[in-house]
T-cell receptor, first 110, second 112 residues
């Protein structure tokens, strides 16, 4: 199993550009999550999903959108990138409480 | 603010010593707690977990202690090695749906 995969690994965006961060898992987990991690800080939940077709906001959803059309994929969309969205983004999935994390996407908005 | 927090942001220990990383939580209804290790440039990795019906759980070189009276969680690492250098996060479950609330993290540095 590949576990949780994320693409791209790194990306630099200009202010106002948009992009989609990809996340996929092959463990057939119902739950999937998107976090952001700012330097020296913990993980903040952006959005999560309890199954295909169901998504909900986390602690910091503003400026982001998600969709969950399949069990495997959970893309995160940034519509109008802002410098405040410079961060490392982690996707995770779980069957129950233990979450399995991807390697992260480092995003810089200039 | 976050309901899970850590007492010390950094911890430096000598190789071979035991390490203790502490965590406070505020939600007395939480019934699941987990420790993650995050190495530089990587995603968090599971270390050990514990349910609220237990006080102690042991893994390989790691022990988690749960004190529900004072809402305190600790991670003990025996015979700390250079490979243990990382940021350690505690987390608690939030009601249902598998959501976790993460603490800020403690950076463990192991001196050779």
């Amino acid at each position: 199993n590949a576990g949780v995969t994320q693409t791209p690994k790194f990306r630099i965006l200009k202010i106002g550009q948009s992009m989609t961060l990809q996340c996929a898992q092959d463990m057939n987990h119902n739950y999937m999550y998107w976090y952001r991690q700012d330097p020296g800080m913990g993980l903040k939940l952006i959005y999560y999903s309890v199954g295909a077709g169901i998504t909900d906001k986390g602690e910091v959803p503003n400026g982001y959108n998600v969709s969950r059309s399949t069990t495997e994929d959970f893309p995160l969309r940034l519509e109008l990138a802002a410098p405040s969205q410079t961060s490392v983004y982690f996707c995770a999935s779980s069957y129950s409480y233990e979450q399995f994390f991807g390697p992260g996407t480092r995003l810089t908005v200039l | 603010g976050e309901s899970v927090g850590l007492h010390l942001p950094t911890l430096s220990v000598q190789e071979g010593d035991n390490s203790i990383i502490n965590c406070a939580y505020s939600n007395s209804a939480s019934d699941y707690f987990i420790w993650y290790k995050q190495e530089s440039g990587k995603g968090p990795q599971f270390i050990i977990d514990i349910r609220s019906n237990m006080d102690k759980r042991q893994g390989q070189r790691v022990t988690v202690l749960l004190n529900k009276t004072v809402k305190h969680l600790s991670l003990q690492i025996a015979a700390t090695q250079p490979g243990d250098s990382a940021v350690y996060f505690c987390a608690e479950n939030e009601n249902q749906g598998g959501k976790l609330i993460f603490g800020q993290g403690t950076e463990l540095s192991v001196k050779p």
